[in-house]
Structures are given as C-alpha cells and as structure tokens.
C-alpha cells in the first residue's frame, strides 16, 4: 500500500485548505484512516479518523473546524480545513491501519506541509 497527500500550502488565519490522501495498491488492507499532524519540536497528533464505514471523529483541537471524509470507491481521504489557525502549522500525514494487523505500524504517507499566517 502507497499513500500520495497533496493539497497542502499556505493559507492565511481564517482561510482554508483541503487535504486529500489517495491509496495505491493492496487497497483491501485499508481499515481506519486517519491524519495526524506533527508541528516543530512537538509531539505527533491525531487530528482525525474515519473508518471504512465512514464512522468519523475529530480531536477536539480541530473540532467544527476539520472535517474528514472517505471515498471507498476512489480509495481517497479527504482533510477540508475550515477557519484555519497559525497553530493548524504543522506537518500533515496520512496513516491507514492494515485489516490484517500487517504491518504493525500500518501504511504512512510521505506527509504534506500546512503554513498558516497571522
């Protein structure tokens, strides 16, 4: 499994973007999909997962902010990123867990970069 993100960039504060996370590959072994974040010099985040029956959960940081969304049949997730804030800045990736449990440490995109400005 190979996961490409694109759509990343720059945005100012209250702006927006959108994130998308397409799978190549053993697209069968894709459970829950989920994208965390990771900012300079601090820890990585999860921001939000979605599961292949598009269950869906956001951290609260992000809360009626982010939205996730599944697309099965096109094997994309999607980020949008609504009233975005200097603090959004971070590193994006997306992450996929393997139905089979292998490998233990699921699928890793390549990670995107998220700037907002002041």
């Known amino acids: 499994v190979h996961l490409v993100e694109s759509g990343g960039g720059l945005a100012q504060q209250g702006g927006s973007l959108t994130l998308v996370c397409r799978a190549e590959?053993?697209?069968?072994?894709?459970?829950?999909e989920e994208w965390y974040r990771q900012a300079p010099g601090k820890p990585r985040e999860l921001v939000a997962t979605?599961?292949?029956?598009?269950?869906?959960s956001t951290a609260d940081s992000v809360k009626g902010r982010f939205t996730i969304m599944r697309d099965n049949a096109q094997a994309t997730v999607t980020l949008r990123m609504e009233n975005l804030k200097p603090e959004d800045t971070a590193v994006y990736y997306c992450?996929?867990?393997?139905?089979?449990?292998?490998?233990?440490?699921?699928?890793w995109g390549q990670g995107i970069q998220v700037t907002v400005s002041e």
């Open positions: 590959g053993d697209i069968w072994n894709i459970g829950d």
């Open positions: 979605i599961s292949r029956f598009l269950v869906s």
């Open positions: 992450h996929g867990r393997p139905t089979t449990g292998t490998p233990a440490n699921g699928f």
